[in-house]
């Protein structure tokens, strides 16, 4: 059995079942030649405190998958993917639906690995060496696990480049075509699973479309950072009076125009491709008004050093958001960087609404739904916080 071994002292977050092992805490490792493998982690004084995949190039050497003396061997990947699976199948949170997240990483015991079915299609992605290495059984096993006709490996370079391992892209099984179609509680999309972000749909806003379609009947309604549109698609089909969507990306308003399409959605619609803080300043400049808002941009806080100039982005989008609210609209704000922790993101909104003077009611917390689970141990797996907000009936107070 190949050791990793802990400075002294740095063992505590482990015996909180904390599952990654930092580099700063690794007092002796096997090297390069073991990349991937499966390892022991041991304590200075001898004790073992887990197990799981080895990383030498990353900051996070090992990630662990078991905790405590027993070895339970390289078979329980395949139990932890049986676990996830089974999890899911016949849901009562996730009935409507074939495009959903199957395995969530850290959240169902499985560090570096994504899971996301998108209708006929699966879409895997190995991220740190440990996956990497295993990536065949666990297609094959996936496949045997999913009935759907497709697998798909996606590329991800940012983790490839942090792990030191090939950005391998590719068919796993089956032959995928080359756009994916799914449906959600009635609503069907288009997915560019191969090239587009994250695995190509926002899997993890599905609670929060549902709540949009429920709320858009009779509105005039904003979508910022629309990417596909999927919340534009959510609103018309709930009955919006209108729609303007707003993204900087020509290929994902290109799909989100057929998506309009493809749901027969009748109500006038305005494409803006733009940059959405501008686009906000300028309708706020130019008193245009929306009854329903909803606001989801990519995560602005990278890194810890960054969260200050994401939270004066946040705060300033979502002023700009209020400053096109008209009375009584609903607004649905998001931040998915989870160095923005929910104390903050309170805050922001707080500061936003201050600002723009508006009386604001905090009407429901949102989060992602439970095929994203989180393991309570790994509070970093928890990124996606945000809130529905209610402005007040009286119109807006020049301050
Ligand atoms: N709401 C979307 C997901 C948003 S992802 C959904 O439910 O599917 C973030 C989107 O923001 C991406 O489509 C990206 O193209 C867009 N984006 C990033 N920076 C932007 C900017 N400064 N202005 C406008 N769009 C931006």
């Known amino acids: 059995m190949t050791d990793v071994i802990i400075s002294s002292g740095r063992e505590r977050s482990l015996r909180r079942q904390h599952p990654w092992l930092l580099s700063g805490a690794v007092a002796s490792e096997p090297g390069e030649a073991h990349a991937g493998a499966w390892v022991r982690v041991v304590s200075k004084g001898g004790e073992v405190l887990g197990y799981g995949h080895y990383s030498p190039k990353s900051s996070i050497r090992v990630r662990l998958l078991a905790f405590g003396k027993e070895d339970p061997g390289e078979q329980l990947l395949e139990q932890r993917l049986e676990a996830a699976l089974a999890r899911r199948r016949e849901h009562p949170l996730l009935r409507e639906t074939d495009a959903m997240r199957l395995v969530n990483a850290e959240g169902d015991g499985l560090p570096g690995l994504v899971v996301d079915r998108l209708g006929d299609v699966v879409v895997l992605k190995f991220l740190t060496a440990g996956m990497h290495a295993r990536a065949d059984r666990i297609a094959q096993k996936i496949q045997a696990l999913v009935d759907a006709p497709h697998g798909y490996r996606r590329r991800d370079d940012s983790s490839a480049r942090r792990e030191g391992?090939?950005?391998?892209?590719g068919t796993l099984w089956g032959s995928p075509p080359s756009e994916g179609l799914i449906e959600e509680a009635g609503r069907r999309y288009a997915v560019d699973f191969m090239h587009g972000q994250k695995t190509g749909f926002y899997l993890d806003q599905r609670?929060?479309?549902?709540?949009?379609?429920?709320?858009?009947?009779g509105r005039r309604t904003l979508d910022v950072f629309s990417y596909t549109g999927s919340f534009a698609v959510a609103a018309g089909v709930g009955g919006a009076a209108s729609l303007v969507l707003v993204d900087s990306s020509e290929a994902a308003l290109r799909i989100a125009e057929s998506n309009l399409e493809m749901n027969g959605l009748t109500c006038p619609v305005e494409i803006r491709r733009s940059d959405a803080f501008e686009a906000l300043r300028s309708a706020s400049a130019a008193s245009e008004?929306?009854?329903?808002?909803?606001?989801?941009?990519p995560p602005l806080a990278r890194s810890r050093r960054a969260v200050q100039a994401a939270s004066r982005a946040y705060k300033d989008m979502l002023l700009h958001g209020l400053r096109c609210a008209a009375p009584s609209a609903?607004?649905?704000?998001?931040?998915c960087s989870h160095h923005v922790d929910p104390d903050l993101f309170q805050k922001i909104v707080f500061g936003a609404a201050?600002?723009?003077?508006?009386?604001?009611?905090?009407?429901?917390?949102?989060?992602?739904?439970?095929?994203?689970?989180?393991?309570?141990?790994?509070p970093e797996g928890r990124y996606l916080h945000g809130c529905l907000l209610e402005v007040?009936?009286?119109a807006e107070q020049s301050a």
Do not use: C, N, Y
Request: net charge negative; proline share 8%; charged share 20%.
């Open 165 to 169: 391992i090939p950005p391998d892209e």
């Open 207 to 217: 609670d929060a479309r549902q709540l949009v379609m429920g709320l858009a009947a």
């Open 289 to 297: 008004k929306f009854d329903l808002i909803v606001l989801d941009p």
């Open 330 to 335: 609903f607004i649905v704000v998001f931040t």
């Open 354 to 378: 201050l600002d723009a003077g508006r009386g604001v009611r905090w009407l429901r917390t949102l989060g992602a739904p439970a095929d994203h689970p989180f393991s309570v141990h790994h």
């Open 392 to 394: 007040e009936a009286g």
